[in-house]
């Protein structure tokens, strides 16, 4: 049974750090793209950043440049986003996903959500 399971989010104050991770089972972690997304309320679901196992390229969207960093161990099948310099707009629902590529569109499993709150 494929799985990803997110944990590390919480409340912290703007200028804050956390560090997200994201724990993949039944599957081949090497073999596909797994990719942070977020959702804050009222507003649709953006991505985050996403790593190609395959081959360890990264790519972050715009939001997460220059203060957010992802990683992957492939021996432990997890894979986790740094966040620095936090913002009360990074306040949102942030998820793992697996595609077959990070230039993909074939989320197919999604974790059920980590809750992140930047307080001002």
């Known amino acids: 049974e494929v799985q990803l399971v997110e944990s590390g989010g919480g409340l912290v104050q703007v200028g804050g750090s956390l560090r997200l991770s994201c724990a993949a089972s039944?599957?081949?972690?090497?073999?596909?793209?797994i990719g942070w997304f977020r959702q804050a309320p009222g507003k649709e679901r953006e991505g985050v950043a996403c790593?190609?196992?395959?081959?360890?390229?990264?790519y972050y969207f715009d939001s997460a440049k220059g203060r957010f960093t992802i990683s992957s161990n492939n021996g432990k099948n997890t894979m986790d986003l740094q966040m620095n310099s936090l913002e009360p707009e990074d306040t949102a629902v942030y998820y793992c996903?697996?595609?077959?590529?990070?230039?993909?569109?074939?989320?197919?499993?999604w974790g059920q959500g980590t809750q992140v709150t930047v307080s001002s």
């Open positions: 996903a697996r595609d077959s590529h990070c230039s993909g569109d074939g989320w197919d499993y």
């Open positions: 039944g599957f081949i972690f090497d073999d596909y793209a």
């Open positions: 790593i190609n196992n395959s081959d360890g390229t990264v």
